[in-house]
């Protein structure tokens, strides 16, 4: 009985960060998208559904979790939005993000994989601090698949 109510409210969980995620700030295309790459780099990085819930809210503080880094540079890549040198496609953005949302997120956006581009550091360390900038600049709109 007590497992059966655990993975009730577990579910329920997982549901309602599915809700934030259907948001008005995610558009058709990407919500589309976000299932698989998640899974996709879940996988390849072996990061915990727990850092990721967590990251989503802000907690950008163990700048040495490797996992997370892995995750980060794996999204950027399966997404495609960005390449290596964290160079912007603008056909992709246009796909992935409305017009009314990409007005507010776009610069944010491009600001951060900027500062990203011009760091010296490797990809993976360039992929969060990507992802710690998106947030720190917007967290409204911050995304993390
Ligand atoms: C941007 O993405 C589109 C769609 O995948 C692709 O056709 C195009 O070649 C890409 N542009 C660049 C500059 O990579």
New binding site residues.
């Given amino acids: 009985m007590r497992n059966t109510f655990s993975l009730f409210f577990l579910l329920s969980y997982f549901m309602l960060i599915q809700c934030d995620l259907e948001g008005e700030q995610v558009g058709e295309n990407l919500k589309h998208e976000i299932p698989t790459w998640h899974q996709n780099c879940v996988i390849l990085s072996d990061v915990t559904e727990e850092d990721i819930i967590a990251l989503r809210k802000g907690k950008f503080e163990d700048e040495d979790n490797e996992a997370v880094k892995k995750y980060f540079s794996c999204i950027i890549l399966e997404s ?1 939005a960005m ?1 290596a040198n964290f ?1 912007v ?4 953005v246009d ?1 992935y993000l409305p017009k009314q949302i990409s007005d507010d997120v776009f610069p944010t956006y491009l600001t951060c994989a900027k500062e990203a581009r011009e760091l010296d550091a490797s990809f993976e360390d360039k992929a969060w601090s990507f992802f710690k900038c998106f947030y720190d600049s917007d967290p409204e709109h911050f995304i993390l698949p």
């Fill in positions: 495609k390449d160079k496609n603008m056909t992709l796909y």
